[in-house]
């Protein structure tokens, strides 16, 4: 069966079981009234014991199945002609396999269409043998449920534990998928270092690997232009764009704009967050890098491109606007009462529109504020296609802001791109920049607890 059917079909056989626990909890003799479980809770726990046994059979199964489908078939006379390489055996039993279900109109191995029937017939009665358990599961499942369920038994302890468990698994696939992320880059990382000194690597400028590497040597790992340059785009052009006209904005939609104007423009100015950033790198190569490198003409730079740090980080900019517009609008808008009352008492006394806003809002709100130029800083150095399309790919360390510089995201997408030797130093390389970018997200969000922490104890 298709994973769609199987799952309607587990579904179904939990509603069907869900159904008759209700009903068979609402024909309790009304001397148990006082019941532990509502008939709601009695059905659930009966859809649980139903469905939760037979989609352990519908995970399980297809591994299974896999392992019996290649046992038949190598029992069929046929398969004493597969070649001995495990390579080539793989190849021909894939393009069998390919034929039997389909997905393949021709092999390229007689061989293949031989063994083609064999595995159909041994998918089709290993199939039917998985709906025969799945239905069994559900069966056995359900008579254990359905005679467990009587008035004095405690469903709603049953079904709580169940939620429990699933709530528990949900809020731990964050901290197992951090872990995971972790471990993958620290050991490839570790098989870099292993081939390439971390001194060449963290502190040498210049960026161009090879893919054989001659020991003893510099084989152009130094990673400092990518560094730089990711900082350069996204940390200083990028936010020099956006956090004053973020900031600005949220102050004026809070504290200036009517509420008709409200209404209207911040709905738009949100409408940059779901522009996908491929539009915005056609607009930063397409548009606005030619008028880069006429500004750069006009300011006597000798032939100059239309790929330049300035153009990436003017649209980066535009992009991560929305994000501190957004914090910043949402942690003005939540300044304690007691804020609110020192500011209507300095306008009281004479104070003008703006002084109060300086001097008390925008400091009270100064954690969200900060947390979300944090935030924008974080999507900005992990941004890539804008790079790509309007700042290059050169690794240079400069500060002329009409230079193509690249970053380290750009990096680890050329480097990762295509085929490419998992054990070669070149592709190594990726994870160590990965690991060195992660490590910089981690410090971006202990300085912003320490900031958020240090005014949250000024204003409460």
């Not at 949900?170 to 951090?178: E, G, I, K, P, Y």
């Not at 006429?294 to 300011?299: E, G, R, S």
């Not at 500060?399 to 997408?413: K, R």
């Amino acid at each position: 069966m298709l994973a769609y059917q199987t799952f309607l079909m587990i579904v179904a056989l939990g509603v069907i079981a869900w159904f008759i626990g209700r009903q068979k909890a609402r024909n309790f003799p009304a001397s148990a009234r006082r019941l532990p479980a509502l008939p709601s809770q009695h059905a659930s726990f009966l859809a649980l014991c139903t469905a939760a046994p037979a989609a352990l059979v519908a995970f399980f199964w297809p591994m299974i199945s896999n392992r019996l489908v290649l046992a038949a078939v190598m029992m069929n006379p046929a398969a004493k002609q597969l070649p001995t390489s495990a390579l080539d055996r793989a190849s021909i039993l894939s393009e069998a396999a390919g034929l039997a279900d389909g997905s393949v109109e021709a092999a390229f191995n007689p061989l293949s269409y031989e063994l083609s029937k064999p595995i159909a017939e041994a998918t089709h009665f290993y199939t039917i043998m998985g709906a025969v358990l799945l239905f069994a599961a559900a069966i056995i499942g359900f008579g254990i449920g359905y005679l467990r369920i009587k008035p004095q038994f405690r469903a709603r302890h049953k079904v709580e534990a169940v939620v429990m468990l699933c709530l528990m698994g949900a809020s731990l696939v964050a901290l197992v998928t951090t872990f995971g992320i972790v471990a993958s880059l620290v050991v490839e990382t570790s098989r870099f270092f292993a081939l390439i000194p971390v001194s060449e690597f963290l502190f040498t400028s210049h960026w161009s690997p090879p893919i054989d590497i001659v020991p003893g040597e510099h084989n152009g790992f130094g990673a400092v232009p990518l560094f730089w340059g990711t900082i350069f785009i996204g940390a200083i052009i990028a936010m020099i764009v956006a956090i004053p006209i973020g900031v600005m904005a949220a102050i004026y939609l809070t504290q200036y704009a009517p509420g008709a104007v409200r209404a209207w423009l911040k709905p738009a100015l949100e409408i940059l967050a779901g522009i996908p950033t491929v539009v915005y790198g056609y607009f930063a190569a397409l548009t606005l890098g030619p008028l880069v490198r006429i500004w750069a003409i006009h300011l006597g730079m000798e032939s100059p491109t239309s790929e330049s740090a300035l153009a990436a980080g003017l649209v980066m900019g535009v992009m991560i606007i929305p994000l501190i517009s957004s914090m910043a609008d949402d942690s003005i808008a939540a300044v304690p009462s007691a804020m609110q009352a020192i500011r209507d008492g300095s306008l009281a006394m004479g104070a003008t529109t703006s002084e109060p806003i300086r001097k008390v809002l925008v400091p009270a709100a100064l954690p969200g504020i900060v947390g979300g130029v944090l935030l924008a800083v974080s999507r900005a150095i992990g941004e890539t296609m804008i790079v790509v399309m309007a700042a290059g790919m050169a690794a240079n360390m400069t500060i002329n802001p009409f230079d193509s510089v690249t970053t380290v995201t750009t990096q680890i997408v050329q480097l990762l791109t295509g085929d490419q030797e998992f054990d070669s130093a070149k592709t190594l390389s990726a994870f160590a920049l990965g690991l060195v970018l992660f490590c910089a997200t981690l410090v971006l969000n202990i300085i912003a607890i320490r900031v958020v922490k240090k005014y949250r104890e000024a204003y409460e």
